[in-house]
DNA sequence: TAATTTTATGCTCATTACGAGCAAAAATAT
DNA sequence: ATATTTTTGCTCGTAATGAGCATAAAATTA
């Protein structure tokens, strides 16, 4: 019936990766799905089950395999598996990216289908701790350390990563490529005169990848832990994709609201950006910028801290969505 | 050899869409290929056939298929095809969005497998006379004449688009419904308050299919051309997605300078930035940006106009590449 | 040759955006 | 009551942005 599927182009499956991202007692976290490992020994050749990365050490983002005949969209596709996959309803979600590189999965190697993977972010609420309990949510900087910025500058950074990018500079073969490595090291890491920048979070991390620092899933040094902990397959990859993305979506569309509660505090929404972009900001400014925004408005209730002065609360303007251009919620 | 090419996964194909942007004589020009309808007729069934359109009406942007035996990645999968059908070279490549929707292709009714395309987005230096012949280039703004706001506003807005959204808006099942139109069509055609937003190209494109004015490839009314040439398949709205990402990324990283000759002068250059935008820029200004960013630099030559007064020629300072966070060339 | 046209380039000015901090208000904790 | 904590309002200096004036240096035209 259907022609060609002999030829090379067949052997290709599609898969869909979904970075589920949800801000919980302000920290950012993805959900994980249960490592199949122990279902799938039974029947190994199971064709969904060969969609479940096989080595059970490492965490693992959901993904699941596009099946064409019962979905008119990618996008449904992936609604109805995370559906079944995690009980979690997905609201926001928007695509990241193709990841078609050979060697990605390594079911490739024993003859199996090229996989080529499309990236998937997915904003949920912040939920309640029963909720939380159901789902393997996770801490997206215990996967990226040196991102996390809130607290002053990690410690990581001067302890592990500068000595080892000094290493990486001075091992190159040229003096041109030491130029090169040490500009390319300045620009990512923020070192000398220029500025830590929050969304280069996957340039971080490939070329701490490419210094031979990070462990991906095949790799497993001794000390690889130490710049963070890894994950299977290339999901630190498109975490990494994933987290830069949505640094940079929240500067210039209101994307965090869909991660907000319906009513909340102008503080409780500041430490949710925090949170996403790793790092402080100045409240009174950041007050100044969402009230003239006009994202939100006040509800006319009021909150009571557990200290200080209760705030008010506020929702935000669903309408302002529509308005494809509303602005996001950071300055810099 | 390879399991499960029966199931129901297997039943798809990954097509890579190129859209290849050159701008010159300050028209911003898109690569299409020769339709192959011709040569197809011959042997209908042959898989490589397979992968053009097969109706030679419409404007076809370059469009090959993923071998992934041959390919480590999906770009240099593109390289290839790309080198070989359009004897172009090309340098700068993002990739741009992953169409999965069903319909997209009519030989999927027929039973052909579902297929997934990769568009891809690629810049090109401005040709030299001949070199322009070898392709068939288009100026993109024949696809979409309202986006071109260098002359002024476009009279197709006032003339034929304002009445029809009218109508849309009119048509409406609810208030409502009647007023959410409104609001989208004063959000991404600049109406009432709301200034113009060069970036929403695509979401204009959407607003007019949906509206039921713009025609692709199946639908074709007489008055149809009134809102732009169509293009085959999809293809329209491939393009609107990448004209829009390209004006979006103009603003933020030196991706223009993919487009310029190794020397220009600044007038050249603002020109090439308002080709892409479609808007004008004041001359001071723009200047004043782009030395502020120290992006290029004097050549200490001097270029002769056809009149006025000679300008200095300047070339980019390839080094800021390595430096991901350079800065684009417009404000807004 | 002189005036006109065209483009390049330097500079000013008003307005707005941004980063930083002072200070008072309104609650709880000791 | 006093200290502490958080909210909220306000100011101030600096940088970025948008608009325009003015002069320079060439070709074209009268």
Redesign the pocket.
């Known amino acids: 019936m259907t022609l060609g599927t002999e030829d090379t182009r067949s052997q290709i499956t599609i898969g869909l990766n979904a970075v589920i991202v949800s801000v919980i007692d302000q920290q950012p976290n993805v959900l994980l799905v249960q490592n199949k490992e122990e279902t799938s020994s039974a029947s190994a050749s199971n064709a969904s089950d060969q969609f479940f990365p096989t080595d059970n050490q490492y965490d693992v983002l959901p993904f699941g395999p596009f099946y064409p005949a019962q979905h008119p969209t990618l996008e449904s596709g992936l609604r109805s598996w995370v559906g079944e996959q995690t009980n979690q309803e997905i609201g926001y979600v928007e695509q990241l990216y193709t990841f078609g590189n050979a060697g990605r999965d390594p079911r490739e190697q024993g003859g199996g289908p090229r996989v080529i993977s499309v990236g998937y972010l997915a904003l949920v609420q912040d939920k309640n701790p029963t909720a939380r309990e159901e789902g393997l949510w996770r801490d997206w900087y215990r996967y990226f350390p040196w991102e996390d910025w809130r607290e002053g500058r990690p410690e990581i950074l001067d302890r592990d990563i500068l000595p080892a990018l000094k290493n990486w500079i001075e091992d190159a073969d040229s003096n041109s490529q030491k130029k090169e490595r040490k500009e390319r090291a300045a620009i990512t890491f923020g070192l000398g005169e220029t500025p830590w920048n929050d969304e280069l979070v996957l340039e971080r991390f490939e070329l701490l990848y490419e210094a031979a620092m990070v462990t991906e899933a095949q790799i497993d040094t001794v000390d690889s832990k130490k710049l963070g902990i890894p994950m299977a397959l290339d999901h630190r990859r498109i975490l990494a994709t994933a987290i830069g993305r949505l640094r940079g979506k929240i500067k210039y569309r209101p994307v965090v609201f869909e991660l907000m509660p319906p009513t909340f ?3 409780q929404l500041q430490r949710v950006v925090e949170a996403l972009s790793g790092s402080r900001l ?4 950041f ?3 969402i009230e ?1 925004k006009g994202l939100v408005e006040a509800t006319g209730r ?1 909150e ?9 609360q506020f929702r935000f303007r669903r309408e302002v969505l529509i308005e494809r251009q509303a602005l996001g919620v950071r ?2």
Do not use: E, F, S
Not at 282 to 285: A, E
Not at 304 to 312: F, H, K, M, S
């Open positions: 505090t102008l503080l100045h409240k009174q400014n007050r100044r910028l003239k009021i009571t801290q557990i200290r200080g002065r209760p705030a008010a300055q810099n």
